[in-house]
């Protein structure tokens, strides 16, 4: 059976599935492609959407209702095809409406076909378990890389503590900064700028990397870009397995404790892929605005997608956040590099070799997605160049040691990012008939009501159902929509000539000082502006031609469906304000907090209710032995010490100056808001560190809270107001944008604009100044040489805490 799934028999559950799906093939395409009259279509159309509807609430929960519904979804699908293929094309003599409509429905039979397919991965997805305990003694040793180009120092000093203080024993774990920005070429480069700041950027990396204590690599030159950084630093280590994570992908501390013991407990193992979570919206959400409750665009691959590989045996390395085995990364030569999707081409390689794989969907990094709309795109595009490329030169189809399932799950990944083109057709077949007439299909209303319309409703209804939790109805189209237009070229280009694709790091200290047109605005607002001018062409059509009411109303609702579509995605071309993306983490976080005057101190409990790298949110409960008057002179601007208490990680128990930005004074206690110094201890920034990224608890917390259901009519409802309420938006900022261009000009002029410097979410606090009043205090002095405080009691346990941490600054 390996043949069919990956390298493993197939167990009996599956084995009726498979069965029980070829058995129904037949059937199905009987079923399909037997002639009936409109009324007879109509009510099985009818029947089979009832059917439908009555079996979406149970298919989450129960494979055999999921099964049916997606056996019913197929017959209706198939059956809208084949009255397509028989039926709808117009005649071979008007061969400008022939091509366009046979373009059309190839068009429509690669959506069917995307639906078949990820509706047969998707259909039965894996919950791994926790893998088996290993003794410290028989852990693998292991290289945990952190591949880096242009990141700011700042996001790389967290990336690193996260990574040296995830749980393992320290003699079997090596982390490397891979350092691509740094290398020889850069450092030695003919512009004497580029080459200025390549040797400063190596000498403050290696400083940093010496004061962590983790190692430091760079290479002659920047060859095959993130896959050869990574190959020139594995050319010096030598450990088990491999760990990669991007550099702003910060991993919690369970991270290797949830992956590693899989390795032990099975040799052909070489990749365990976890998910990527993200700590800020992406340009899309946050431009358009889209609920704080709506799934992240994400979600939909890496909580359902990739646990439906997983069935199959096709997990495949997504490029951070994962675990790899050095001898299978060896088999093949180390990371690939003919393409620009290192991860996936590596994964392709190592999987015709007779490797295994598998996904983890518990998420233990938390990364930044793109800040502006610019990036965005640059960064799908890439993905797309690169899976394009993959697609012609790595085809899996074509590809040997590959096992059925396999070949399908790649064939699924890659043929995804046709959707540029898919979407691109679909938004302007019906304008070809709008705008100068052209026969796109032949059919009757009455055809279309009974074919399209049940074809249309059982696909969304199969979408809510399968994937209700992480993709609320017609987000997909918001998305993919908002793309199409800028990466229609790219995949076109890509497939043309796959070998000039190139490689562009995706920029991660972006600010916006303000609301702005993005760069990229004409390709999407021209596309919303050609659709409108279709509907005003539909109601002209309707005046002058009545004979073509019925073919109107199908072409017209059409073009109107995708003119909501598109006013609904306008919005991402208008970039709103974002200084700083510093999303504060709830938790509810024990601690000590030290405050006082004149060598004076008193101490409280304290619970960290939210933090983020640059500030927290602290409540202060006084107790019996608190100073009740220094805690009353406690307002914005006063200095003092909090330490955080890790019962499993007492070592990272640190005391932490901040200065109070507001405060709140409350029945209970005392309510801080609180800025980190960022001029503290590295040994208190790994602090940090852990207090916001250690617990992967928080992430799935988060993720748990954003996966909910949104019912199908009611999430088209919303998209529909998200039409209205981006256009106007929109306007306004189009209107708006000529006079702030003129205002930024003469700021510029004036030498009122200064070179914006990012306080990004991954960079520890921002400077600040002690209120003179309250300049702090030395630690120091209220510590006996035993490492005992005087005087204020918080408890035992506490004050020790408090006293180790304090101790660490002096």
Known sequence: MSSIIANRKLNLSEALLVMAWAALVVPLMILASIPTSTAVQGAMGLFAVLLVAAL??????????????????SAVVLRYWFWRVLETLPPMDIPVSFVIAVALFMVETYAIFVFFISSFISADPVDRALPPKVSAANLPTVDILVPSYNEPTEMLAVTLSAAKNMHYPAQKRTVVLCDDGGTDQRCNHEDPEIARVARQRRIDLQDLCEELGVVYST????????????SAALERLNGDLVVVFDADHVPARDFLARTVGYFVEDPKLFLVQTPHFFLNPDPVERNIGLRADCPPENEMFYHLGHRG??????????????????????????????????????????????????????????????????????????????????????????????????????????????????????????????????????????????????????????????????????????????????????????LLKPRGAKFNVTAKDEVLEEDFISPLFKPLLVLWAIVGLGLVAAGIRWVL????????????????????????????????????????????????????????????????????????????????????????????????????????????????????????????????????????????????????????????????????????????????????TSVYHTVKALMAEPARRRAVLE????????????????????????????????????????????????????????????????
Request: net charge positive; glycine share 8%.
């Open 545 to 724: 031609f009545p004979g073509d009411h019925t073919i109107l109303m199908v072409v017209g609702g059409w073009a109107l469906f995708n003119f909501v579509i598109l006013s609904a995605a306008l919005r991402a071309i208008s970039e709103r304000q974002q200084r700083r993306g510093v999303p504060r983490v709830e938790m509810h976080a024990p601690a000590v907090a030290a405050f006082g005057r004149d060598g004076k101190f008193s101490f409280a409990a304290a619970t960290i209710v939210d933090s983020s790298t640059s500030g927290a949110g602290i409540k202060l409960v006084p107790g019996p032995d608190t100073d009740l008057a220094e805690m009353a002179a406690i307002n914005p601007g006063y200095v003092l010490y909090f330490t955080p208490e890790f019962p499993k990680s007492p070592h990272l128990e640190n005391a932490i100056r901040v200065q109070v930005k507001n405060v709140e004074r409350t029945s209970s206690g005392v309510l801080l808001g609180v800025r980190y110094d960022p001029e503290q201890p590295m040994i208190v920034r790994e602090t940090i560190a852990h207090l916001i990224f250690g617990d992967s608890a928080v992430w799935e917390r988060m993720r748990a809270d954003r996966n909910k259901p949104m019912p199908m009519l009611k999430g088209m409802a919303y998209v529909v107001g998200l039409g209205f």
């Open 219 to 230: 290479r002659p030159k920047n060859e095959h870009a993130k896959a050869g950084n990574m």
């Open 309 to 494: 590989l997983d069935r199959w045996g096709g997990a495949f390395f997504c490029g951070s956040a994962s675990v790899l085995r050095r001898a299978a990364l060896d088999d093949v030569g180390g990371f690939a590099g003919e393409t620009i999707t290192e991860d996936a081409e590596t994964a392709l390689d190592i999987h015709s070799r007779g490797w295994k794989s598998l996904y983890v969907d518990h998420a233990m990094i938390a990364g930044l997605q793109p800040e502006t709309f610019v990036s965005f795109i640059q960064q799908r595009g890439r993905w797309a160049a690169g899976m394009m490329q993959l697609l012609v030169l790595k085809n899996p189809l074509r590809r040997k040691g590959m096992s059925l399932t396999q070949r399908l799950c790649y064939l699924n990944s890659m043929t995804f990012w046709l959707f540029p083109l898919v979407r691109m057709t679909f938004i302007l077949a019906p304008l070809a008939y709008l705008f100068f007439g052209l026969q796109i299909f032949v059919a009757t209303i009455n055809e279309v009501l009974v074919y399209m319309s049940a074809y249309m409703a059982v696909s969304f209804m199969v979408q809510n159902a399968l994937y209700a939790r992480v993709r609320w109805p017609l987000m997909s189209e918001i998305y993919e929509t908002a793309q199409a237009p800028y990466l229609s070229g790219v995949v076109i280009k890509t």
């Open 747 to 810: 700021r510029v002029r004036l030498g009122e604009i200064e070179t914006a410097q990012p306080a990004h979410l991954l960079a520890f606090g921002e400077a600040f100044d002690p209120d003179i009043t309250n300049p702090g205090f030395d630690p120091s002095l209220g510590v006996d040489g035993q490492g005992a405080f005087h005087g204020a009691s918080v408890g035992y346990r506490q004050m020790q805490i408090l006293a180790r941490g304090l101790e660490s600054r002096t």
């Open 56 to 73: 979406k609430p149970f298919c989450m929960k129960n494979i055999l209702a999921r099964f049916l519904l997606l056996a019913i979804a």
